[in-house]
């Protein structure tokens, strides 16, 4: 288990059989107690497809059924119930037809950074930006790992705070809206292709705009959630 913000761990599984995964597909984790009782949440698998093992980035929910568990509680060697890998039109496409734009709000980072390390793994140079809005900067997930790609792979990465920046701060701030997207999408003209992960008002935004910065609708692909209990 490794840390990555003060709320989200990143788990680590070993599953007998595994088939192979895309990268933006999900893994649907059920946990039965003693009495019988079963819960079961669906988290975006973090690694990407050529590792050896599956990775998944859990947010922890104070109140939550599962989370609490993966996140504080779980330990080497325990048995979980898990069904997968799920989805197969959120995924990462090696010849997307066009540059693409990845854009995450706080935990929907997750599926985002599976494509990001496999785009890495692939030695894929199609240009890639990621647009990562999150609270604050100790809220961002993957920090260290991104401002790396971003160094040496060609990745651009650029974040958004929408509820306090560190001093000097030279990144943006508030929430990612048209003005933002006009800045950092691509043109309409190259036909970008768009992946949008995070809480559901969030992708509605989002979606929204870039349809009505003149963005073609089916080349923008939503994963989002709700509140699930965790």
């Known amino acids: 288990m490794r840390p990555e913000t003060p709320s989200a761990k990143t788990v680590r599984l070993e599953v007998d059989g595994w088939p192979g995964h895309r990268a933006g597909q999900h893994l649907d984790v059920r946990l039965t107690a003693p009495d019988g009782y079963q819960a079961e949440r669906s988290y975006s698998i973090a690694s990407a497809p050529n590792e050896a093992h599956i990775e998944l980035t859990v947010e922890r929910i104070d109140d939550g059924e599962v989370s609490p568990y993966l996140t504080e509680e779980a330990r080497h060697g325990d048995v979980i119930e898990v069904r997968g890998p799920v989805g197969g039109y959120f995924v990462w ?4 037809g066009g540059p693409v734009l990845l854009v995450g709000g706080g935990s929907g980072v997750v599926p985002l950074m599976a494509m990001v390390r496999q785009r890495a793994a692939d030695g894929d140079n199609v240009f890639t930006r990621l647009l990562y809005s999150a609270r604050t900067w100790e809220d ?7 401002e790396r790609l971003s160094a040496e792979d060609g990745l651009e990465v650029a974040f958004t705070l929408t509820r306090s920046q560190p001093d000097g701060w030279a990144g943006h701030s508030g929430r990612v809206d ?12 190259a036909r970008p292709l768009f992946f949008v992960c995070g809480p559901t008002p969030f992708v509605e935004a989002v979606a929204t705009a870039l349809v009505e910065l003149g963005h073609d609708p089916t080349r923008i692909k939503t994963e989002r959630f709700g509140p699930t209990g965790g």
């Not at 997930?141 to 991104?146: A, T, V």
């Open 93 to 96: 496409d090696s010849d997307p």
């Open 140 to 146: 961002v997930i993957y920090r260290d790992e991104l």
């Open 178 to 189: 048209a003005a933002l997207l006009r800045e950092l999408a691509p043109e309409p003209a």
